[in-house]
């Protein structure tokens, strides 16, 4: 165990040293750490860190899959429900079956059951992996929405077939018409366990007298508690997590106080960040342990194999980005759609943001040595070896090279008929014009006498003068200016206060409690200060 902690340790490290450099040459996390991982594997004293598989499906997944749910757009999620929905279930649907004809016909011993297994595994693409590379892309945010909200369904979706092949693949036999409807019963009673669950800690965060530190806690409970109920009657975790999740992040503002929320924040950052590196790292850990199993000989036809169904995997991604978009043409005939003209750029990014990753990999280490008769599972190491070579083929070749595809495709955002800069400003001036309105209309006694209320309504004065005619461009320019040299001397202010505070707090007299909790106000001052000009 002690030996154990000290790799974990210097695991850590290196991923923090990874990640480090990744953000200076401006490339996703996810592929460096998997490409450190790689030669790290053969290090001796890394050796022996192995992959619990149900350590990542429960540990690992539930608080991953609810910090995404947690970060999504309703919004943009319900606007584009349709081809977010279409991409979770049809399109993996379609994908396992593909592979799964594929790899019965071209690979020897390989059944439909093994191969519908294998599509289950590989088919859907992974949350983590696509967020962490568009993070450094100028891309529509319609694409950013559709490729999480479809990372965040695709996930139930696949780990159902998952679910059917492997029990075929144990007791021989597979009904159709049984597995349909279970499949429907799975998806459905999972999104109505997670809202259920969901429910239960919103009325715990609401109603009972929780404290900061509390609400954080129980914001780590609610993924968990919400996948093993679910899985505990046989219905979808996956789905549970985020339909649950779904449902509070939109209600956060109602059970949780301010303090919860800016401190959870951060603390989920950190701790998705961690989880995160450590997923992507033991992949690379993991290829070697892979390859031994394969022997001398399971090699050199292995790698063919992952070539094989890496590029019909990728070749049928496409044609559902474009089968959809022509569905969308004909069907907006009938009904409304969010978009009835999407053109061929958006399909192509679409196709092209196809990363595997920890989903996929949890699903490859769960399947079991041995079948109930005690037989070893058939292929069960090539199965691993075509997961972890469809993992880092994609994520290393299409999240290196999507920069350049964005690039050279060149997609105007046509979302957003309002700048962003212009939004904010905007949203600034309609909060000023509240507050004055609120000032004068109700609290005009309270400020003939109160010198602080009084330059507060000057503050807000002073806002809606400087915005009043934001949407000329001289007057932009030149209230540009006068928040730059705000911006600029407040910083110097907040960097002399803190001084200030490191040389009181060297006094015997002054509590350096109270001098910690005025450096926090200033922080969250300096905070809120990036947040309003958007820095």
């Not at 301010?258 to 450590?278: D, I, K, M, P, T």
């Not at 003068?465 to 007057?475: A, G, Q, V, Y």
Request: hydrophobic share 50%.
């Amino acid at each position: 165990m002690h030996y154990l902690i000290v790799q974990l340790t210097c695991l850590l490290g290196i991923i923090l040293l990874v990640v480090m450099i990744a953000e200076k040459i401006k490339i996703a996390y996810p592929i460096l750490l998997l490409l450190v991982g790689l030669p790290l594997g053969f290090v001796p004293a890394l050796r022996g860190i192995e992959i619990n598989p149900e350590l990542i499906f429960v540990i690992f997944l539930p608080p991953l899959l609810y910090e995404a749910a947690w970060n999504t757009s309703w919004k943009d999620f319900w606007k584009w429900r349709r081809v977010i929905s279409s991409f979770a279930f049809p399109i993996v649907i379609l994908t396992s079956c593909v592979i799964a004809f594929v790899s019965q016909a071209i690979f020897p011993g390989f059944t439909w059951a093994t191969g519908f297994l294998l599509g289950g595994i590989i088919s859907p693409p992974d949350a983590v992996s696509a967020s962490a590379i568009l993070k450094h892309i100028k891309v529509p945010k319609r694409l950013v929405t559709i490729v999480e909200g479809e990372s965040l369904l695709n996930d139930a979706s696949s780990l159902v077939v998952f679910r059917f092949a492997l029990a075929a693949v144990a007791t021989g036999s597979f009904i159709f018409s049984h597995a349909a409807v279970n499949f429907v019963l799975v998806i459905i009673m999972g999104i109505a366990i997670g809202i259920a669950m969901a429910l239960v800690f919103y009325t715990i965060h609401r109603w009972l007298p929780t404290t900061t530190n509390i609400d954080i806690i129980l914001t780590f409970i609610t993924p968990y508690a919400m996948y093993m109920v679910a899985e505990e009657f046989h219905f979808s975790g996956v789905l549970a997590v985020v339909s649950g999740g779904l449902f509070l992040s939109v209600r956060r503002h109602k059970f949780l106080t301010y303090r919860s929320r800016l401190q959870g924040v951060n603390v989920w950052e950190a701790v998705a960040f961690v989880l995160n590196g450590f997923v992507f790292i033991l992949i690379g850990l993991e290829f070697p342990v892979i390859i031994k199993g394969l022997g001398p000989d399971g090699l050199k036809p292995a790698i063919t194999y992952s070539l094989i169904i890496t590029g019909v995997l990728i070749v049928t991604r496409f044609a559902s980005t474009y089968g959809a978009t022509v569905f969308t043409v004909f069907i907006s005939r009938y009904i409304t759609v969010a978009d009835n003209r999407p053109g061929w750029k958006g399909p192509t990014l679409l196709g092209w943001v196809g990363m595997r990753g920890v989903v996929s990999l949890a699903a490859a280490l769960s399947i079991p040595l041995t079948l109930s008769s005690g037989q070893a599972f058939p292929n069960r190491n090539l199965i691993l070896f075509i997961t972890f070579s469809v993992i880092i083929v994609t994520l290393v070749l299409q999240g290196l090279t999507l920069p350049l595809l964005v690039k050279w495709l060149n997609m105007a955002d046509r979302d957003n008929d309002i700048p962003l800069p212009k939004q904010r400003q905007l949203i600034r001036k309609k909060l000023s014009h509240l507050s004055l309105s609120i000032l004068n209309d109700k609290y005009a006694k309270e400020m003939d006498g109160n010198g602080i209320l009084r330059s507060l309504s000057l503050r807000y004065n002073t806002d809606v003068e400087l915005l009043k005619n934001w949407e000329t461009e001289d007057c932009n320019d030149r209230n540009e200016a006068f928040y730059k040299e705000y911006r600029t001397i407040m910083a110097d202010l907040m960097q002399q206060q803190r001084e200030l505070l490191q040389t009181l707090n060297k006094k015997e007299n002054i509590s350096e409690d109270l001098i910690r909790h005025q450096l926090e106000l200033i922080d969250l001052e300096e905070e809120k200060l990036r947040q309003y000009f958007g820095l």
